[in-house]
C-alpha cells in the first residue's frame, strides 16, 4: 500500500530563513507527487506537482520541490521564507483514478 | 481548473443523528473524491464518486456509514449517518477535471457532540 511520510510536523522559522520540508513515500509503480498548501481558513491549493521530466519542478509563490527516486523523496523547497507562508503543508502521492494519498502535514509558522 | 463550494461549511450535531454535506462544481467532472480530516491528523480518501456507477470505498469506510450520492456531473452528497463525536472532522470533496490534479472545496467542518 502506498504512504507518504512528512518528517518535520511543526516548523518555526523567522522571516528570509530557508526552509526545507521532507517527505517520502512509498509507492508501486509510476508515482505523481504533489505539495499542497493551506494557509489559514482557506481551501487547499496546490504548490507544485511532479509526473515525469525534470526532477526539479518550480511551483507558485518561489516553492520548489526536487524528486530523487533513489531516495524516495520529493522535498520542498524556499530559498527566503516571508511572513504570509505561515500555513499547513502536505506532500501527496497517487492521483488519478485512485485519488491522493497525503502525508500529516507540516505546520510552518515564519515569525516576523 | 474548477471551482468547488460545499454546504454546510460547518455544522455541530447530536450523536445518533447524520448530516448531508453538499458538493457543487462549476464545471462537468467525472470524478469526483470524498476525503476526511480528522483533528490533528491529514487527509484520508474516504471514497470515489463516480457519475453513473456506485462509490467506491476505501479500506475502513462503509456505505453503510458514509452513502454518497452522485447524481450529475457537477453535483455530490456525503451523509455522514448515526453519528458519534468520533465522526468530529473536515470533511472535503475534491474533484479531478484533468489526467492528474486534483481540486479541493473549501470543506466543511463537523462537529458530534
Known amino acids: 500500500a502506498q504512504s507518504v511520510s512528512q518528517h518535520n510536523h511543526h516548523v518555526i522559522l523567522s522571516e528570509a530563513a530557508s526552509l526545507e520540508l521532507g517527505c517520502n513515500y512509498s509507492?508501486?509503480?509510476?508515482?505523481?507527487l504533489f505539495w499542497y498548501v493551506q494557509y489559514p481558513g482557506q481551501h487547499l491549493q496546490l504548490l507544485l506537482k511532479?509526473?515525469?521530466?525534470?526532477?526539479l519542478v518550480k511551483g507558485i509563490k518561489g516553492f520548489e520541490a526536487e524528486f530523487i527516486k533513489s531516495k524516495f523523496s520529493f522535498n520542498l523547497r524556499k530559498p527566503s521564507v516571508q511572513w504570509s507562508d505561515t500555513a499547513e503543508y502536505f506532500c501527496a502521492a497517487g492521483g488519478g483514478a485512485d485519488g491522493l494519498t497525503f502525508g500529516k502535514g507540516t505546520h510552518l509558522i515564519i515569525q516576523p | 481548473s474548477a471551482v468547488i463550494s460545499q454546504k454546510p461549511s460547518r455544522d455541530i450535531c447530536q450523536r445518533g443523528t447524520s448530516l448531508t454535506i453538499q458538493c457543487q462544481v462549476d464545471s462537468q467532472v467525472t470524478m469526483m473524491f470524498w476525503y476526511r480530516q480528522q483533528p490533528g491528523q491529514s487527509l484520508t480518501l474516504i471514497a470515489t464518486a463516480n457519475q453513473g456507477s456506485e462509490a467506491t470505498y476505501e479500506s475502513g469506510f462503509v456505505i453503510d456509514k458514509f452513502p454518497i450520492s452522485r447524481p450529475n456531473l457537477t453535483f455530490s452528497t456525503l451523509t455522514v449517518s448515526n453519528m458519534s463525536p468520533e465522526d468530529s472532522s473536515i470533511y472535503l470533496c475534491s474533484v479531478l477535471p484533468g489526467p492528474n490534479e486534483q481540486f479541493f472545496g473549501p470543506g466543511t467542518r463537523l462537529t458530534v457532540l
Open positions: 509507492y508501486g509503480g509510476t508515482v505523481n
Open positions: 511532479y509526473f515525469s521530466g525534470d526532477p
